[in-house]
């Protein structure tokens, strides 16, 4: 089973400022398949990127996403209000697993 | 638009049985991977299990034997029977569309199982 290790745990920052995520595979996750969600307290996760650069339907361009093999990164440009969530990597190149999160909290 | 709406979470004892059903909308459940994720109080994300196109289907190993995915076409519905629950299945499950048993690109709510005597 391929584990993936997101960090850092909690992420806290300003409205505006960078935010920087990251997600290490403890194999390679080949083909690159490798997707970003975001979840929101009392919601469902929301898909944002996936095949690890993708954007996903209406996702708004702030949101990027990088890496191969087994280091991927969630980048968001500039932080607005609603961004402030935890978000989970996952992959599935083989089988399907997630991280444990990252929680993106207002400093 | 696509929606998925599950149900039939609720309170039940060690060792009995549920089952959840997801009712779609928007597309055809028939074509495409469909799954069963959940979440444990304050915990992260846990894959359950998919279903292929074919009836062709993966657990997590931690359900292995005691879950069982479906679906039922005429009634475009997802469902997981579960059996021989335990404290450690309380989560709430959601269900999702898996693109291609890829990327995860629809989630319905989600319904609250808890297990406990």
């Known amino acids: 089973e391929i584990v993936l290790t997101q960090s850092p745990g909690t992420l806290s920052l300003s409205p505006g400022e960078r935010a920087t995520l990251s997600c290490s595979a403890s194999?390679?996750?080949?083909?690159?398949?490798l997707a970003w969600y975001q979840q929101k307290p009392g919601q469902a996760p929301r898909l944002l990127i996936y095949?690890?650069?993708t954007r996903a339907t209406g996702i708004p361009d702030r949101f990027s996403g990088s890496g191969s093999g087994t280091n991927f990164t969630l980048t968001i440009s500039r932080l607005e209000p609603e961004d402030f969530a935890v978000y989970y990597c996952q992959q599935y190149t083989s089988s399907w697993t997630f991280g444990q999160g990252t929680k993106v909290d207002i400093k | 638009e696509v929606q998925l709406v599950e149900s039939g979470g609720g309170l039940v004892q060690p060792g009995g049985s549920l089952r959840l059903s997801c009712a779609a909308s928007?597309?055809?459940?028939?074509?495409?991977?469909m799954t069963w994720v959940r979440q444990a109080p304050g915990k992260g994300l846990e894959f359950v299990s998919i279903?292929?196109?074919?009836?062709?289907?993966s657990y997590a190993d931690s359900v292995k034997g005691r879950f069982t995915i479906s679906r039922d076409n005429s009634k475009n519905t997802l469902y997981l029977q579960m059996n021989s629950l335990t404290a450690e299945d309380t989560a709430v499950y959601y269900c999702t569309r898996a693109v291609g048993g890829n990327q995860f690109d629809h989630w319905g709510r989600g319904t609250l199982v808890i297990v406990s005597s």
């Open positions: 095949d690890a650069s």
């Open positions: 194999q390679s996750v080949s083909s690159s398949y």
């Open positions: 279903i292929y196109s074919g009836d062709y289907t």
């Open positions: 928007g597309f055809t459940v028939s074509t495409n991977y």
